[in-house]
C-alpha cells in the first residue's frame, strides 16, 4: 500500500507540528503526541529533541502559507538540499516494505525533517497546493492538511468548521 500524497503521515505530521509551534502545545509531551499519533517511532524522542522539532515546525510554516505551487517549489528544493537524506528500502511492521528518506543511523528529529520534507514534495507533485493551507474560520491562523478522499477541507477542525457555517447561516438568516 503506498502511503504518500494526502495520505501521508509526514504531511499530518508536519501540519500537527507546525500548528503546535504556531500558538499550540509544544510541549516534549505534545510533540511526542504528535509523533505517536502520526506513525512515527515516538518512543526514541527524547526531551532533547523538542527544539530541533520545534525550529522544523517554523521552518515548514511557510510550506502551507504559500499562495503558489512555485513559491512551494522553491521552498521545498531549498530544504532538500540542506536536509541530510539517503532514501532507502525499509522492511518493518506495521508497515512492511516503503520507503525511508533520512540515513539509517540517522536520530528521530533528522528522519522526522526527512520523512515530512518528502512526504510534502510528493503532495505537491501529486496534488499541488490543493490540500494544504491556512484555516478559512475568521481569526485562526491554523494550518491543515486534507487527508479526506474529497479534498475539499479549509478549515483546521471540525470546531472552526462549524463556528463558520453557524456564523454564516445566522448571518443570511438576518439578510
Known sequence: MRITGYRSHGVAAAAALVNAVLGGDDSPDALRRILR???????EFRDADADELRHWGGTLHPFFTATSAEDAVTMLNGLMLRVPMHPH???HEPHGLHMHYAPPSSRLPDRFRATTLMNLAELVVEHGLGRTGVCAAD?????????SRAGRRRFCSEPCANRTNVAAFRARRRG
Not at 499519533?37 to 518512543?43: E, L, M, P, V
Not at 485562526?140 to 492538511?145: E, F, G, P, T
Open 139 to 147: 481569526d485562526c491562523h491554523r494550518v491543515y492538511a486534507d487527508t
Open 89 to 91: 528500502l525499509s522492511d
Open 37 to 43: 499519533d502520526n506513525g512515527f517511532f515516538w518512543r
